[in-house]
């Protein structure tokens, strides 16, 4: 059993919009109970080969097994314990003043059990975070918000809601669709070739992934575009806006800039402006100790 990390927050990382709070690997998990609930958000996976723990939230009692997911909003009352053994988890902690919004574009809108599509991704990141908190340097706390953004990021393809597990061949039967656009999101993608990928017509294929996931499929490709759109803004200041667009997936510059604008409320421009000043006043501020 690895002990839990927690960060200790400085100025610098309260301005950041994502910041990891704290985690653990392999962690032997004893009964917990928050009746004002957790001050940040917290995802709290069984382990593989573990026996499944016992969950109570809003009043209903959850067994999570592995292969599944608590997400814990903040200030939720909630509790947890080992169901009639030693109970090994997983766990990560974050918070940040974006996090209610990309939360409800990543369909992650409520407290509640989750299944995993794939637990080894979500292992891995975890882990991550348990190294970048074991030294908390200035540099390793920017990658640790910069991992909780992926972490969310990824939630469109990890996470489903346990009472929609009904449905969940839908999803499944959507999953060409989502590989080809996860992959080729910079290239021209059409319904008709998302549709054919999984074997649908049009007008099903749309039915379906509007059902899935709450957004045309056109808009979450927008939106997975302008997410890889931001990265390459904050990241690269001498590449061009226009060549930002078409490294996106956008052919029309302008179109581009309205939808970046639709979804950010700042032209890309004023965004990049905006990642720069920060990333300037933060370089200007020595790191305090520890």
């Not at 990265?231 to 309205?258: A, Q, T, V, W």
């Not at 970046?260 to 200007?284: C, I, V, W």
């Amino acid at each position: 059993m690895e002990l839990p990390v927690f960060s200790e927050l400085n100025t610098i990382e309260r301005e950041l919009p994502f910041t990891l709070h704290g985690a653990a690997i392999s962690y032997i998990q004893n009964k917990v109970y928050r009746p004002f609930g957790f001050p940040v958000y917290q995802i709290i996976t069984t382990n593989v080969g573990s026996k499944p723990g016992k969950v109570e939230l809003r009043n209903i009692s959850y067994i999570l097994e592995e292969g599944q997911a608590l997400i814990l909003f903040p200030e939720e009352p909630h509790s947890y314990s080992p169901q009639d053994s030693e109970w090994n988890v997983d766990w990560i902690s974050f918070q940040g003043f974006q996090l209610a919004d990309l939360l409800w574009k990543m369909r992650i809108q409520e407290s509640g059990i989750y299944t995993v599509s794939d637990p080894k991704i979500l292992h891995a990141r975890i882990l991550e975070a348990t190294r970048l908190l074991q030294n908390p340097t200035l540099k390793n706390k920017f990658s640790g918000s910069a991992l909780v953004y992926s972490l969310l990021l990824e939630g469109y393809f990890q996470f489903h809601l346990r009472q929609e597990e009904s449905s969940l061949q839908e999803p499944a039967i959507l999953e060409p669709a989502l590989t080809m656009i996860k992959n080729e999101y910079h290239k021209t993608l059409s319904l008709e070739d998302l549709s054919v990928a999984c074997g649908l017509s049009v007008q099903h294929f749309i039915r379906l992934f509007k059902t899935a996931f709450t957004l045309r499929p056109t808009e979450y490709i927008n939106l997975l575009r302008i997410e890889k759109s931001k990265e390459l803004l904050s990241r690269f200041s001498d590449i061009k806006i226009s060549d930002i667009s078409r490294l996106c997936g956008f052919n029309n510059e302008s179109y581009f800039c309205m939808v970046f604008k639709k979804y950010e409320h700042l032209t890309p421009r004023e965004y990049r402006m905006q990642a720069t000043d920060n990333s300037s006043a933060l370089g200007s501020k020595p790191e305090p100790k520890a």
